[in-house]
């Protein structure tokens, strides 16, 4: 219990810190966990209620995004967006992949990052838009979209790197009933579920919370994907009433991730084989990778690479999602690997965020006029 | 002018005004509630920001649709398109000393002026219709609805300003 006050004191202070320098806390909060764990000064050592407390901050991250997977929404939107996320996709998924298979990780370990390599920080980017004033853009509104596209292929990754522990057909079999039953029930019991979210007492803030511990567990005690169970629970619970459920759920999502980022640091052990060189070259290839692809975009989507370079500059940033693949699915080589990453892109990417205007304006002067 | 509006997953919505001069306003409604302007002037590449809360920004809206006619008193004037010659007018008033003690029928709000007080706020609570019987007291905010002559009445024989 102490090293969990510990880890939200330690959060709290970073964040009061971090939020005045205008960064971004996800680095800070992982860095702390591995300034004070055991690779640090060993002051706090993960337990089984940091553990049920870290996973709680995982599976509502994960609800939180099926709340506001909307895929409806793509039926309406222009093709860009689409030829803008395969873009995106295929640059970054091929670099990544080829750059931990070079630098000496099995082809498992090298699949696993470059998807943390290809997913971006939904909640880095966009904090970073808002506070950077940049929503007047178009670009945003591409980088937005990018990001919501992002985590229509993270569900996807999620439920290919899950196929390797299971049967893939049984798995589908397993998911498509879920799915089925997780709607159907949305679906047959949507009145009475909109009822009792419209009611003032404390009613909906135990259904919410209760329906996630539950729908976890049994995914466990049935050997679903627990992943996949959260996000379809998420993703049909938002077709009853999608608004009250993310305003109940969000302090659950914000206080337990926290946990889940600092001790993901607890945990990591910069013990491995490889020396953390070859880990500073991948965070290197992560941003360039990421301004390849904005660059790439830009040309094909707004026609031009300047705008490329602000598509590119808001989504550096690796964070939240590529931690969970890690945490998931990663041994600790690629888990080490991971988080130097997200350190170095959210670092370095919220810097090129805030100075893509100077930036852009010199590139202007020495290329192009 | 050109005008478009998109949805922003995660942000809010954004609106998008290009003026006949060719300026560009933005306007971004943030699920946080809070709303950012942008101005962009013609020519210009890096747009000015400014970021209100709710409450600003229906300030602002209401000057914008010209509603305001004074600034010291506020006050909005409202005409109906179906009955185009009937202009009522809403006003706020301070209360002061000269009324601070004696009720609405007392003063003869309405028999004297034609003016009626729909509202008062009181140390930040709203009393809505207010009975004749209501006391006022130092630093109630009323509402007075009424035609402009009637309201110019009720500050110069109530009010006495």
């Known amino acids: 219990m102490d090293y969990i006050a510990i880890a939200f004191l330690a959060c709290l202070i970073l964040a009061l810190v971090v939020k005045k320098l205008s960064l971004p806390p996800i680095p800070f909060y992982i860095m702390s966990g591995i300034f004070l764990g055991s690779s640090g000064l060993n002051i706090v050592a993960r337990s089984e209620i940091s553990l049920f407390l870290s996973n709680l901050g995982l599976i509502f991250l994960l609800f939180y995004m099926g709340l506001e997977l909307k895929l409806g929404r793509f039926a309406e939107k222009k093709s860009d967006i689409l030829i803008g996320g395969f873009i995106d996709m295929n640059i970054n998924m091929i670099i990544g992949f080829l750059v931990a298979f070079l630098i000496g990780f099995e082809v498992h370990d090298a699949i696993v990052f470059a998807s943390a390599f290809y997913i971006s920080s939904s909640a880095i980017a966009i904090s970073s838009l808002i506070e950077n004033k940049k929503l007047f853009l178009p670009e945003s509104e591409t980088v937005v979209w990018l990001m919501i596209f992002e985590d229509i292929i993270l569900v996807l990754i999620i439920f290919l790197l899950s196929a390797e522990f299971a049967n893939l057909f049984t798995l589908l079999l397993e998911t498509f009933v879920m799915v089925i039953s997780f709607f159907g029930i949305s679906k047959f019991a949507k009145g009475y579920l909109f009822r009792i979210m419209t009611r003032g007492d404390e009613i909906p803030v135990l259904l919410t919370f209760s329906s996630v511990l539950l729908v976890s567990y049994f995914s466990r005690l049935l050997g679903v994907p627990e992943a996949l169970a959260v996000i379809a629970l998420g993703s049909a619970l938002s077709t009853v009433n999608s608004k009250e459920f993310e305003r109940i759920s969000k302090p659950f999502k914000d206080v337990f991730l926290v946990l889940f980022f600092f001790f993901f640091g607890v945990s990591m052990e910069f013990t491995g084989e490889l020396s953390v060189i070859p880990f500073i070259v991948m965070g290197l290839v992560a941003v360039g990778s990421k301004m390849l692809s904005g660059l790439a975009m830009g040309r094909v989507i707004h026609g031009s690479y300047f705008s490329g370079f602000e598509i590119g500059a808001n989504s550096i940033a690796r964070g939240e999602f590529s931690i969970v693949i890690a945490s998931l699915y990663a041994s600790d080589l690629v888990s080490a690997a991971v988080t130097v990453m997200v350190l170095m892109t959210s670092l370095i990417g919220s810097f090129m965020a805030k100075y893509s205007f100077v930036m852009r304006r010199i590139l202007k002067e020495k290329v192009g006029r | ?161």
């Open chain 2, 1 to 161: 002018m050109t005008f478009r509006s998109v949805e922003l997953p995660g942000v809010g919505t954004k609106y998008e005004l290009t003026t006949e001069k060719g300026d560009k306003i933005v306007i971004i409604f943030m699920s946080s509630g809070n709303i950012q302007i942008y101005v962009l002037e013609k020519g210009c590449e890096t747009p000015a920001v400014a970021e209100l809360n709710p409450g600003e920004a229906r300030r602002l809206g209401s000057i914008l649709t010209g509603a305001i006619l004074e600034a010291e008193r506020e006050a909005v004037e409202i005409a109906f398109s179906a009955l185009s010659d009937l202009r009522i007018s809403i006003h706020t008033y301070i209360i002061g000393k000269n009324v601070v003690g004696r009720s609405i029928g007392e003063l003869g709000i309405r028999k004297k002026t034609g003016v009626t007080i729909v509202a008062v706020s009181r140390m930040g609570r709203n009393i809505i219709n207010p009975p004749p019987s209501f006391i006022f007291e130092e630093g109630d905010v009323v509402v007075a609805i009424g035609e402009h002559e009637q309201l110019k009445a009720f500050e110069s024989k109530i009010l006495r300003m």
